[in-house]
């Protein structure tokens, strides 16, 4: 059983930066897989970016050169690092993992606006 929470969103203008955290009860060195995905009001659920335990790393076209998705070791998190934030980014960010079984948190919520 892994337990998920994230952290980081708000209110941001556009253009602004956030960054989100994903806090795992188990260390992520056993985290296979990481994604941050997103589901924007009154749309489903999408994939924002992967993360996996051998480095590598891949982002949706709609977000590269603007988020990068990380692991910190330290802190022990799952980041999604969010820059020239647009209208079009607002909703709700959620983290999933697999480990032995794959796992949600309960989301953080992002809303660009001015």
């Known amino acids: 059983q892994v337990h998920l929470v994230e952290s980081g969103g708000g209110l941001v203008q556009p253009g602004g930066s956030l960054t989100l955290s994903c806090a795992a009860s188990?260390?992520?060195?056993?985290?296979?897989?990481a994604s941050w995905y997103r589901q924007p009001p009154g749309k489903q659920r999408e994939l924002v970016a992967n993360?996996?335990?051998?480095?590598?790393?891949h982002s949706q076209a709609f977000v590269k050169g603007r988020f990068l998705i990380s692991r910190n070791n330290a802190k022990n998190t799952i980041d999604l690092q969010m820059n020239n934030l647009k209208p079009e980014d607002t909703a709700i960010y959620y983290c999933w993992v697999y480990s032995s079984g794959q796992y949600w948190g309960q989301g953080t919520q992002v809303t660009v606006s001015s």
């Open positions: 188990v260390s992520i060195s056993r985290i296979g897989v």
């Open positions: 993360t996996w335990n051998n480095g590598n790393t």
